[in-house]
């Protein structure tokens, strides 16, 4: 069973557009982490939102966590193919990951 | 900066076959973890180490084993191969989680093949 719900599970886009993915539990979290997995190796942190409501922006990706700290989601602007990737959260303490969002961008 | 090394990146094994992957990190990281990862799933993790000498069962710790008798090191085991433990494990690392928030440093993972 899956604590964390992400959604969509596959999303393929032309380079340019911008897109949001979601993170989704019932239960409450003292933080989420944001990971980016590319093919033949591990994950990479990306950022930790803590407090709920917090926004934090990396480039041109943008994340925010829940006021409830029960969700999650990353917005990316006019994506580029290198934003290409496995796109996974996972909750501190817990760790435990959602299955991910499988992101392509075609040039 | 090595960080986190699993060894083998690959192995076939047969039905029944025994094998134990290794994991070393050289980050002084206390804690430890053993994940699979398959389509469609994630990662679940196996086990995870909070230090040198301790062990905890994850979600899917049937059929595994593992130990951690050095810091650096966390070995995980595969007693008898099943066809159901094909996957790509991925080993993982860090301080203790309520410092910081502190991230997972993870290898790039060992595909394992169960004929």
């Known amino acids: 069973t899956q604590l964390l719900e992400q959604s969509p599970q596959f999303l393929s886009i032309q380079e340019g557009e911008n897109l949001t993915v979601y993170c989704n539990s019932s239960?409450?979290?003292?933080?989420l982490q944001w990971y980016r997995q590319e093919p033949g190796e591990g994950p990479v942190l990306l950022v930790t939102v803590v407090t709920g409501g917090e926004v934090k922006k990396l480039k041109r990706l943008t994340f925010q966590f829940g006021d409830a700290r029960k969700d999650s989601s990353l917005h990316i602007t006019a994506a580029q193919p290198g934003d290409t990737g496995l796109y996974l959260c996972?909750?501190?303490?817990?760790?435990?990951f959602g299955a991910g969002t499988r992101l392509t961008v075609k040039p | 900066n090595a960080g986190v090394t699993q060894t083998p990146k690959f192995r076939v094994l047969k039905t029944g076959q025994s094998m134990t992957l290794l994991c070393a990190q050289d980050m002084n990281h206390e804690y430890m973890y053993w994940y699979r990862q398959d389509p469609g799933m994630g990662l679940r993790l196996i086990h995870y180490s909070v230090g040198e000498g301790t062990t905890a069962k994850g979600e899917v710790p049937d059929g595994y084993n593992v130990s951690r008798l050095k810091k650096q090191n966390f070995l995980l085991g595969l007693e008898s191969a099943a066809p159901s433990q094909t996957s790509v494990y991925f080993c993982a690392s860090s301080y203790h989680p309520g410092q910081g928030n502190q991230p997972q440093h993870f290898g790039d993972g060992t595909r394992l093949s169960i004929l």
């Open positions: 996972a909750g501190s303490w817990d760790m435990r």
């Open positions: 239960s409450v979290f003292s933080s």
